[in-house]
């Protein structure tokens, strides 16, 4: 199996990935930064998720828009793949 390429926050931030920012003084606390949602919505239902705290991206399938539920997830290993999803979405 390969190992995961780590994703920093400067690859995807031109991306075009939406943040939202939480309070979590827990969170913040044992990573020593905020808390930060950070999503790049693909479709109505499909996303990309970039966590922070382990530098990696998946793209998740939920059950409705609103999100809630996921129904699906694909780990990502690294930038290249990131855009390569991006692009697959955007034709």
Do not use: W
């Not at 970039?50 to 399938?61: D, P």
Request: with cysteine; net charge positive; charged share 30%.
């Amino acid at each position: 199996m390969s190992r995961k390429k780590p994703i920093q926050f400067s690859e995807i931030e031109p991306l075009g990935f939406q943040i939202e920012e939480c309070n979590d003084a827990v969170f913040e606390k044992q990573y020593g930064m905020k808390y930060r949602i950070i999503t790049k919505q693909l479709t109505k239902r499909i996303v990309i998720y970039y966590h922070e705290e382990s530098k990696s991206c998946e793209v998740l399938r939920l059950k409705s828009r609103k999100g809630g539920t996921v129904t699906g997830r694909m780990k990502l290993n690294g930038i290249e793949q990131v855009k390569a999803f991006i692009k697959l979405y955007q034709s």
